[in-house]
């Protein structure tokens, strides 16, 4: 089993609609996640963080966090063709590796 | 703030040469640096961890004498690729954690560089 599991997609969403991107994860002992950006030859840029279950919102963003279920996941709202590009889910057990999954492609359409 | 650049954007040389890429930490200081390679439509794939003052940690598969990295100051860290052949060809990133970011790990990527081997 990968240590970060997303699916690859593509995930094809209209303009203006949710795109729910998931990730699931192995290890319980994972203490910070991450979510990345990366448009097509750009490096991955941060969209946001989350540590503690629950939601986190930032702006059209939302991060959902459920470590008992061993799962983080990222909203877009109204999502714009502007998201297109490939999310990357991440997290850290405190030490200094971060563990990429191998993302998922979004596009959405206008 | 947390800013980092790389340098070069792009590279282009011929088999057989070495090629040094920079990445810095422009606003902040790094004890800790990340050099990853990504191969088109693949994910990151992380080759080394490079702490300032010390040697550099490499993940399995990655060959050491090849990917020469040095961390000589908290704010730069170099990869040189040497005797560079066409299969190393790649989109190389660095990545940088803050020294003063004790919890979450958090790291800043570099715009990459791409470099071309012919």
């Known amino acids: 089993q990968k240590e970060v599991e997303q699916n690859s997609g593509p995930l094809s969403v209209p303009e203006g609609a949710i795109a729910s991107l998931n990730c699931t994860y192995s290890d319980r002992g994972s203490q910070s996640f991450f979510w990345y950006r990366q448009y097509s030859g750009k490096s991955p840029e941060l969209i946001m963080f989350?540590?503690?279950?629950g939601d986190k919102e930032d702006g059209r963003f939302t991060a959902q966090l459920n470590k008992a279920s061993q799962y983080v996941s990222l909203l877009i709202r109204d999502s714009q063709p502007s998201d297109s590009a490939t999310y990357l889910c991440?997290?850290?057990?405190?030490?200094?590796?971060?563990?990429f999954g191998a993302g998922t492609r979004l596009f959405v359409k206008a | 703030g947390a800013v980092v650049s790389q340098h070069p954007s792009w590279v282009i040389c011929k088999s057989g040469t070495s090629v040094k890429i920079e990445c810095r930490s422009l606003?902040?200081?790094?004890?800790?640096m990340f050099w990853y390679r990504q191969f088109p439509k693949q994910s990151l794939m992380l080759m080394a961890t490079s702490n300032e003052g010390s040697k550099a940690t490499y993940e399995q598969g990655v060959e050491k004498d090849k990917f020469l990295i040095n961390h000589a100051s908290l704010t730069l860290s170099t990869l040189t690729v040497t005797s560079a052949h066409p299969e190393d060809s790649s989109f190389y990133i660095c990545s940088a954690r803050d020294i003063r970011d004790l919890a979450y790990n958090e790291q800043f990527f570099g715009p990459g560089t791409r470099l071309t081997v012919l």
């Open positions: 606003d902040f200081q790094a004890t800790t």
């Open positions: 991440a997290l850290n057990t405190g030490g200094f590796k971060t563990i």
């Open positions: 989350i540590y503690s279950n």
